[in-house]
């Protein structure tokens, strides 16, 4: 039996495909869709470079699409700060007395919690030198610590 073109390319998206299944990147299988449009290139009679060119278009463009896809649908903050994974951040809590460290303890869904100010980048308390009593949104949860900031 006589291999033509497209049995190669099909063996070849075969090929990106058992290798997709062992490192869930997910990318080879928009290379394999390259591939399947390569055979098609060669069903319908094309030449070799022509069929390559087919195959580095849709595979490219799929890849291309894929990537754009998980950036845009990628979540922006860490779990820790993500609303969409806990349902506390952005929650409203009233703080009755910050300790001289920066740490509190204040009652939300009926239990103590601690809690910190959110600090900035410097590692420095924002705004004023010790936070003020008050009402403070949940920013973050690490552990069993709430972030709060304004």
């Known amino acids: ?9 099909w063996i070849a998206c075969g090929v990106l495909i058992a290798i997709e299944m062992a490192t869930g990147t997910f990318y ?27 195959a580095a278009l849709i595979g490219g463009a799929a890849v291309v699409i894929c990537r754009k896809l998980r950036k845009k649908n990628a979540p922006s903050l860490p779990a820790d700060a993500n609303a969409d994974v806990h349902i506390d951040i952005g929650q409203a809590v009233q703080v009755e007395a910050w300790a001289p460290d920066g740490s509190a303890l204040v009652k939300y869904r009926g239990a103590q919690w601690q809690a910190r100010f959110q600090c900035n980048i410097q590692g420095s308390i924002q705004g004023h030198a010790q936070p003020e009593p008050g009402r403070y949104v949940i920013r973050a949860i690490e552990g069993s ?6």
């Open 145 to 150: 610590c709430l972030v709060l900031g304004h």
């Open 1 to 9: 039996m006589e291999m033509t073109q497209a049995n190669a390319w």
């Open 28 to 54: 080879l299988l928009m290379l394999a869709l390259g591939c399947a449009a390569g055979a098609l290139a060669a069903y319908l009679g094309l030449a070799g470079p022509q069929q390559i060119v087919a």
